[in-house]
Structure formats: C-alpha cells, structure tokens
C-alpha cells in the first residue's frame, strides 16, 4: 500500500506508517466523498498460483488464509451497526483482499486529547466509562471478546456545543467468539492489558485451554482502564513482574490507588480477580457507575496501598 493506490475503490490520501499498528501499515483514504482508515495486515499472506513454495507449505498458508478470514468475518456479522448500542462501536465497514494481502476498513475517527481525570467532573465520567461499558456489555452479548482493550483503542470524541466526552471503541482485528480464540502462535493483544489467563495460555499452560479465553479477559483489562480513567495510572504491583496480570498470576499484592472510591476500589479489585468466573460482568460494571459516588476520588495526596 503507498499513497495515490486504489484499494477496492478506496483511494489512499496519506503516507501510510506502522506507529502503533503492531504487524499492519494504516493510512487514510478516500472514496464517493467519505474519509476512511485503512490497514493493511502484513500476515497472513494469501498464496497465489505463482507464490514462492511448494504445494504443501502453500496449503498450510491457504488454511491459515482461511482460519484469519472466518474470525474476521465471524465478528463482522455479529456486529450490527444499526444496532442501537452499536454507536460507539468503530466496526469495518469493508473486509478484502488485493493479490496476497488482507485490508480492513473503517470510518475515520477525528479524536479529542484525553483530559486528566482531575478535568473530568463526575457526570463526564460517568458518560465516558458508561459509553465505553455499554459498547463492551453489547459486545459481550453477541459473545465477541475483543480482544485488545487498552487505551489506545479507546478513542475520545466530544459532541459539538456539548462538554460530555463519549468513548468510541476501535480495533477488533484481534476479537474473537467468546472461547474459540486463535491459536497460541498467532493470538494477540497487549500484555499489559492482558488476562492471567491470558498469558498463561501463550506460556502454553495445559491447564489454560482455548474454552478459558472468554469475555471475562476483557473484563480484567476493563479494570485497568477504569483505574486508569479515575486515577490517571495503572494500579502497582509487588515483585519483579512485568504487568499486573504476572502479578496475579503469581500471587503478588496489587496496589489500587489510595485515591478511589471505596466502591470504586472494590469493583476494580474484583475486576483484577485471578478466575475469570468470578469477574463482574460489563452490565455488572454499568449498574455501579449508576452512582455518582463511584467516580468520585478521595481529595488527599498521591498515595498507594500496601
């Protein structure tokens, strides 16, 4: 992909880059007078007639091809976008292949900066997190995990002539049916917003089977965005561990800011639990936020409990 191409009439606007796209190029693009996003997926590549390889490495290519297309559009039409809870959801709009190489579009989103959370008043948090739990409860219904919930695929828009701030939920290319999640070779998602479960299964864990990826493991992650969104920071952790869930995994004290709310804290600690099962559920994080107390954070200085 490089800018001037026409990708299945979409026409490409800008230098595309990989700045935080992991193994994808995403540049925008423009087609019938609408603004676009698109990402190009540097693997798999689908084999051609004249690709390098013999018949049986082209098969197994072919067969991953084909694995990487069903989860894809698995999602895809799961999600309806005239769905009304659907709004904040930033789904493809259009799922292809040009030669070898897959390309998925979106709308193009126009965020606005994320203000501290000391900027945000309770009822702007509440309409955050609300937003971003409602596209998460939604898609925990039709059983889809997203996969990669982190900061940087929550995107912030504000309405015009309004003070509100809504969340918009982006990138499902690693979203997957509740339990059927790819493989341990090719799973992906943040570590540091994944599960315990998570990372055991991609440590080849037996005990963690491919049934125990479920939407539970967007729930842990959830907590950490809810601790982020109030407090400004992830949560700490005792040890020599790389993220929380390490921390969980190995039974090590994680330190909630001394700053949240008591019902703040108790959900979020819940949230971080090491089985998945008995993690609250979105709807259950949605009914909590019900109470402006919830948002609010003690006024005393920085402090972390131990």
């Known amino acids: 992909m490089k800018r001037g191409d026409s990708l299945n009439g979409y026409l490409v606007v800008t ?45 197994l290519r072919r067969e991953q091809c084909e694995e990487f297309e ?9 999600l309806d976008p005239t769905d009304p809870y659907a709004g904040n959801l ?18 193009r989103m126009k965020p606005v900066p994320m203000p501290s959370p000391e900027a945000l008043s309770a009822q702007q948090k509440i309409v955050l997190l609300g937003t971003l739990g409602d596209s998460l409860a939604l898609l925990h219904r039709k059983n889809i995990v997203h996969g990669d919930l982190k900061p940087d695929n929550v995107l912030l828009h504000r309405p015009p002539r309004s003070d509100l701030y809504t969340a918009k939920l982006i990138d499902f290319d690693d979203a997957y049916l509740s339990g059927s999640p790819p493989d341990r070779d090719t799973i992906g998602g943040d570590a540091g917003y994944a599960s315990p479960e998570l990372l055991r299964y991609l440590k080849n864990d037996p005990a963690i089977r491919p049934e125990h990826l479920t939407t539970a493991a967007d729930m842990f992650a959830f907590g950490l965005l809810l601790h982020g969104y109030l407090t400004g920071a992830p949560p700490g952790f005792a040890g020599a561990n790389g993220s929380v869930a390490e921390a969980v995994n190995a039974g090590a004290d994680v330190r909630l800011d001394s700053r949240l709310s008591d019902g703040a804290a108790s959900l979020i600690r819940a949230l971080l639990g090491f089985a998945p099962r008995s993690r609250p559920t979105a709807e259950q994080v949605l009914r909590a936020l019900g ?12 402090r972390i409990n131990v």
């Open 70 to 78: 069903r989860r894809h559009w698995a999602v895809i039409n799961q």
């Open 15 to 59: 230098k595309p880059t990989n700045e935080g796209a992991g193994k994808c190029l995403w540049a925008f693009a423009e087609r019938d007078g609408h603004e676009y996003f698109v990402k190009e997926f540097l693997d798999p590549k689908r084999p051609g007639p004249y690709s390098m390889g013999d018949e049986e490495s082209k098969r």
């Open 291 to 302: 109470d402006k107390s919830f948002v609010d954070t003690k006024r005393s200085r920085l």
């Open 90 to 107: 930033v789904t493809a709009l259009d799922f292809f292949c040009v030669g070898t190489t897959y390309y998925k579009v979106t709308a």
